[in-house]
């Protein structure tokens, strides 16, 4: 199809999303179709590959990375009980839709900085309404620090500019606040993109370690040994997580096989590594 530009989304005659190039508030989104998939479709945001929807199956997730912060999610908490999540970045809100399916008590906050953004993917996709699913525009940091106390009880950190995390949502200080709005027996998890010297993933290890008592990793062993540039999935609480065996056994009979590693592996593999904080981020 031929590209769209303008102020809204051009749609079919069925109210479907029809790809094209879109102006957002921070450059530009390609929203294109997923030529495996009959029902998939592919959100670029400035270029870079940001999220993927199925319109027929909301469970569905085509990001490996997503699926193992899923999996994780459901070793730790039944589908009957009402979980309350924090997005901090929203894209086309695929992990959001994923729980509102599984979790269908679940109320569920994504935060995303571009307005339009947000504006244009609840016009797409077939997103729950509030109050199951909200969508908030701002900066993650800043709308984490106004949340109340014991406000929730999974936090989930998918936040890039480009293809990095912004430094101020790295930090001990954030990490702090984030734990203060966790609930008892919360998780907080997050998506560290990183190189094969895996130096970042490291340092975030050991600052999410430096604030949460137990802690979890998630990723394919060729990451885990420095083999390549991909996602690792990094999670904190005050509870033991990741050591379901059910969970373990999933993930490696996933389409990308993945390891979890225990507190003791990630405090071994964060070993020396710097904890990051404002100061040396400017925040």
Sequence with gaps: MGRQRGGRAARTTDGGPVAGVYPIDTGTCELAEDHLNPHGWVLKVNGV?????????PTHLDFEY???IAELVASHWGTD???RALHLGGGACSLARHLAARYPDARQVVVELDGKLAELVREW?????????????????AVTETLTESSRDLIVRDVFAGNTTPAPLTTTEFTGHVR???????????????TRDLVLARREAATIGSVFPHTTVIADPAM??????GNIVIAGSDV??????ALVRTLLGGGVPAHVWDDR????????????RDADSGS
Aim: overall charge positive; aromatic content about 8%; charged content about 30%.
């Design 49 to 57: 590959e940001s999220s993927h929807i199925d319109l027929s199956d």
């Design 180 to 194: 203060r709005v966790l609930a008892p027996g919360g998780i907080y998890a997050v998506n560290c993109g990183d």
């Design 240 to 245: 033991p997580i990741g050591d379901d065996p």
């Design 265 to 276: 592996q990630v405090r071994t593999f964060a070993g020396a590594a710097r904890v990051l």
């Design 66 to 68: 997503m699926r193992w």
């Design 125 to 141: 996709f077939d997103l729950p309404r509030a109050p199951l699913l909200r969508l908030r525009v701002g900066e993650a940091r």
């Design 81 to 83: 009980q009402r979980v």
């Design 224 to 229: 885990l040994k420095g083999r390549r540039y």
